[in-house]
């Protein structure tokens, strides 16, 4: 009576074992390359809330346009805010609009509200 595998049944087994682990790693991959992306846009909406809630809060009106430029404490985030008035009749109503751009550009979320003087 034989006991024990064969070099063919071993060489199966280990072949189907590492097309299910090699699935597995691209599954833990993908998860880690959403999980970081979750993170820089959250990360982004914080700081474009952060930009709103203080020009909004502030005197005097309206608030100033901001041109592009790197946020300091967050590597590799860009912030831009724009003011514009989007009624010439009516100068108490300001549309603002913060942007925010990381990953060297490539990628962005706006954020924009409109904000009266009263």
């Known amino acids: 009576m034989k006991r024990g595998f064969s070099l063919i049944e071993v060489t199966a087994a280990s072949a189907i074992l ?6 597995m790693l691209g599954i833990f991959w993908q ?4 999980a970081k992306e979750s993170q820089s846009r959250s990360t982004a909406y914080s700081l474009a809330r952060e930009k709103l809630e203080e020009k909004t809060a502030i005197l005097p009106w309206p608030p100033l346009s901001e041109t592009r430029a790197v946020v300091a404490g967050f ?4 912030r831009e805010l724009v003011v514009t008035c989007p009624y010439s009749w009516y100068s108490d109503l300001a549309y603002i609009k913060v942007t925010v751009w990381w990953d060297n550009g490539t990628r ?11």
Do not use: D, H, R, W
Request: hydrophobic letters at 50%; charged letters at 10%; proline letters at 0%.
């Open 75 to 78: 590597a590799g985030f860009e």
């Open 31 to 34: 998860g880690f390359g959403v």
């Open 18 to 23: 590492f097309l299910i682990l090699s699935g």
């Open 108 to 118: 962005s979320q706006a954020f924009e509200t409109l904000k009266a003087n009263y």
